[in-house]
């Protein structure tokens, strides 16, 4: 059980072009987004909701204004970075089975949540927990995921008739998929490597990561 935990912690992907199309079992979906609602919160605030979007014409709406900010960003870049980013595919809007967005709440729970006194954040984290719980669980059923990040959030909120004050956190891509890659897309394009986990541990202070580290500390 504990192999089989870290198999699937692994083996999530941030999946974009391996998507079939396929619709994804009513019961399996359902596990998939209790597995989300069963995220810890801050103060038990469970400040997320989850809306399910199938509707072809809101997913083409969506994906243009996704493609519109990729030229923004693209434009930004220059020579090679440039080069390499024009060979990464960054959504699976329409190929994938469903889109399922995550919106945070900061008012759920208000004005006495408890444990946000002094991080005010601490409600977004949870949104992004119950995402993290959805993945996983996804990823244990077989499906794939895909977090689409170049979107404005205003014009999301609006194509979605998501109220004032609630923050539209991912469209997340979701369904079946062929596989999931071995190697995560941006690492097998050479947009940027992993690191190793010695450079981000720091034992009782904060070390410059240029430092010597001496033995034993890491």
Request: charged fraction near 25%; proline fraction near 6%; include cysteine.
């Amino acid at each position: 059980m504990i192999e089989e935990f870290y198999r699937v912690l692994h083996s999530r992907r941030d999946v974009r072009g391996e998507f079939t199309g396929e619709p994804i079992d009513d019961a399996v979906l359902t596990r998939v987004l209790e597995a989300a609602h069963a995220a810890p919160s801050v103060g038990l605030s469970q400040p997320w909701d989850f809306v399910l979007v199938r509707d072809p014409g809101t997913r083409e709406t969506f994906a243009k204004h996704v493609r519109e900010e990729r030229d923004v960003f693209a434009a930004s870049l220059d020579g090679e970075r440039a080069d390499t980013f024009s060979r990464i595919k960054i959504e699976g809007i329409l190929e994938s089975s469903v889109g399922i967005v995550v919106t945070y709440d900061a008012g759920r729970g208000a004005p006495a949540v408890l444990g946000r006194h002094a991080i005010a954040d601490a409600g977004l984290y949870s949104a992004c927990l119950a995402i993290q719980n959805l993945w996983l669980a996804a990823t244990a059923e077989g499906l794939g995921v895909g977090w689409v990040s170049f979107y404005r959030e205003p014009f999301l909120a609006e194509l979605l008739g998501i109220p004032a004050g609630i923050r539209p956190v991912a469209w997340l891509c979701a369904g079946p998929v062929t596989a999931l890659a071995e190697v995560p897309d941006l690492e097998r394009h050479g947009w940027r490597q992993r690191t190793p986990l010695a450079d981000a541990v720091h034992h009782e202070r904060w070390q410059d990561a240029s430092a010597p580290r001496s033995p034993g500390s890491a």
